[in-house]
């Protein structure tokens, strides 16, 4: 007790701020955190690039088959000789006319003119280019464009009536497509369809 | 709480693979589909109703996880099975299945064939 004439002693003082121990558990549990939601946050922008990458190629792969078959859908029949106007048929290159007027009863080959009343029209694969090509007077100017750039494979074969391989107009009735679309980094998409020729 | 978390998200992106293969899955399935009808209705216009057969589409599968043919299924009017179109009308039915995991099946679709 203190008596007359003494000061009180001093009430310990509080403790202010934070140890050293305890600012480094902190910033290492901030930088924990920080470092899973990067993570987790770079994880997402290459899914999401993946997955549109993906879907394009898809989309792709449709749109492409879809106008192709309807290409291979107008090829000119020649009442004349009783054959489809079609020059070239390989696995990688088709070469036929369409008739963009009167019928004109004739091939008129790769360059049709006005009076052929015809387009030429090339399908051909090109390394990983898939393109389609206008040729002829009436096409003028003549063009080609890629429809795609990310062909892994592409094969056309060409079918008779009884569905076997031919290598003759005359007998041409089908023509299948079998197309393998990957574009860098994502999966395959394998696909194949048929085209009924319709002009006999 | 953390975990939980991480656990949720990592769960999350099987299923965004599991829709891009489902897209995938029905533009192939579907192309396939086409083919066939394609090749159904082609015979039906060259070479006549009677040589609609159930057969046609052998050889079309074997690609993509689509092992098997389109698989065709030929009824008459009465809905009795046949292999080839011969009364009246046919109907003709076209399943595409996809056998490769993760399986899944086409809605099939129906072509209505008549004799005239």
Known sequence: MSGPGQAAPCAPRRQQGFTLVEVVISAGLIGFLALTATFFWVDSLGLVRTVNTDSA???DGRALLERLAREIREVKFNPSSGAYCVSTMSATQMVFNKTSGDLVAACSGASPTDANNDIAVTIQVNST???LGYAGTLAAPAATKALTSYVSSFAMRFLDASYAVTA?????R??????TLQPPGVQATQTRTVVALRNE | MLTAVSLGILAMQPQVFKTQTTGRDQFVGSELMRACAERLLAVRR??????VANSLCNGMGGLGGFASNPTVTLADANGNSITTCSSATCTATII????AAPAATLTPITLQLSAY
């Open chain 1, 57 to 59: 190629a898809i989309a």
């Open chain 1, 168 to 172: 003759s107009a005359g007998t041409l």
């Open chain 2, 96 to 99: 595409v299945v996809k056998s």
């Open chain 1, 174 to 179: 089908f023509v299948e497509l079998s197309l």
């Open chain 1, 129 to 131: 280019n898939l393109n």
């Open chain 2, 46 to 51: 060259s070479t006549g109703y009677a040589t």
